[in-house]
């Protein structure tokens, strides 16, 4: 019994470890950057949502593939790519959207900049 709760628990953990990779943390904090405002809980939100759909994904295909002993056929897979390249443009697009609707509102920086800002802010803490 401990096994089968052992299982989604793992899969679960993957799922956050997955929604951590460089590419979905720089997804997120575009998402949570165009957040206008100071709207901190709302943006936790979005992140948090973002990193728990990963998880669950993880969990259900996991499950999936443990319980079948099986992978998916291939236009399941090939469906499944499909969406989500459409949620990326969707995302991407919403992103642009929120971007030019605030155009004079914020002064945008790259994100070597941004980059090069924490490496200095983290430096100077270690000395």
């Known amino acids: 019994?401990?096994?089968?709760?052992?299982?989604?628990?793992?899969?679960?953990l993957m799922?956050?470890?997955?929604?951590?990779?460089?590419?979905?943390?720089?997804?997120?904090?575009?998402?949570?950057?165009?957040?206008?405002g100071n709207k901190a809980g709302?943006?936790?939100?979005?992140?948090?949502?973002?990193?728990?759909?990963h998880g669950l994904i993880v969990l259900?295909?996991?499950m999936l593939a443990v319980f079948t002993g099986s992978r998916p056929p291939e236009p399941v897979l090939e469906a499944l790519e499909s969406l989500v390249g459409v949620?990326?443009?969707v995302?991407?697009?919403?992103?642009?959207?929120?971007?030019?609707?605030?155009k004079s509102k914020d002064s945008y920086v790259s994100r070597a900049a941004l980059v090069?800002?924490?490496s200095r802010v983290f430096s100077a803490r270690r000395s």
Do not use: N
């Not at 019994?1 to 679960?12: N, Q, R, T, Y």
């Not at 995302?91 to 605030?102: C, E, K, N, S």
């Open 15 to 36: 799922g956050f470890r997955h929604g951590f990779d460089t590419d979905h943390v720089a997804a997120i904090a575009d998402l949570v950057g165009a957040e206008s």
């Open 91 to 102: 995302l991407g697009a919403a992103v642009l959207i929120t971007v030019f609707r605030q």
């Open 87 to 89: 949620s990326l443009v």
């Open 60 to 62: 259900m295909l996991g």
């Open 1 to 12: 019994m401990a096994e089968l709760l052992m299982i989604p628990l793992v899969f679960i």
């Open 42 to 53: 709302r943006q936790v939100k979005l992140g948090l949502m973002y990193v728990l759909g």
């Open 116 to 118: 090069g800002d924490c």
